[in-house]
């Protein structure tokens, strides 16, 4: 009888936060598919922004915009996120650019970079080539050039659609603008994340 209780009890107390990481995914999702409505210039220029919630003209942009664009929709700033997060633990994170300090006008807006936060705030999971694996509202990161070489890195958001391939379809800006792609394991995955709404909302 007590095994019964205790199975019970860790059902009801678990519920609640799967039925809120699903609502949550369910979001980020719908946010992302709305990013394809906008039409958007590759453009990686360096332009001064605002902090908080700053942002480049809303026509033009790179893959990590549509990340930021879609939680900004949840209320989710990513830029100052980021940029706490570099302030109090600056050497943890990529050095690729040569830099001394946070700069709020780019740090987000850079993959290597929304990689390293989201695996400090303990979002990662495993890399896997079963496309079960991959839910709504996860954020999925590669490296363009694969076992090629070189480092070109991207990235892009899980959506609830499915493609015929039955892969789930993936929001991203590989240079057209946002689009929704089935393009789940066209390249090498160097990173998965689940985020969660706790941990990034007040």
Same mark, same amino acid.
């Given at each position: 009888m007590h095994r019964t209780l205790v199975a019970v009890s860790v059902v009801i107390f678990a519920t609640p936060a799967l039925a809120q990481t699903a609502d949550f995914g369910a979001a980020v999702s719908a946010a992302a598919i709305e990013r394809t409505e906008h039409r958007v210039t590759y453009d990686p220029?360096?332009?001064?922004?605002?902090y908080p919630m700053g942002d480049v003209a809303a026509d033009k942009g790179v893959c990590a915009d549509v990340i930021v664009r879609a939680l900004r929709k949840?209320?989710?700033d990513?830029?100052?996120?980021?940029? =706490? *997060?570099?302030?109090?633990?600056?050497?943890q994170y990529p050095a690729h650019?040569?830099?001394?300090?946070?700069?709020?006008?780019?740090?987000?807006?850079?993959v290597p970079n929304l990689e390293k936060y989201f695996a400090r705030r303990g979002f990662s999971l495993a890399i896997s080539d079963n496309a079960a694996d991959y839910k709504p509202g996860d954020i999925v990161a590669w490296n363009l050039n694969g076992a090629s070489g070189g480092w070109l890195p991207h990235i892009g958001i899980v959506t609830d659609r499915f493609a015929p391939s039955g892969r789930p379809m993936i929001v991203h800006?590989?240079?057209?603008?946002?689009?929704? =792609? *089935?393009?789940?394991?066209?390249?090498?995955?160097?990173?998965h994340y689940r985020l969660r709404a706790e941990p990034l909302t007040p």
């Open positions: 220029a360096y332009v001064p922004l605002d949840l209320d989710i990513l830029q100052k996120l980021v940029h =706490e *997060d570099m302030s109090a633990a600056f050497n650019w040569g830099l001394s300090r946070p700069d709020t006008n780019i740090d987000h807006r850079r800006n590989i240079g057209a603008g946002p689009k929704l =792609e *089935d393009v789940l394991f066209d390249w090498s995955m160097t990173g």
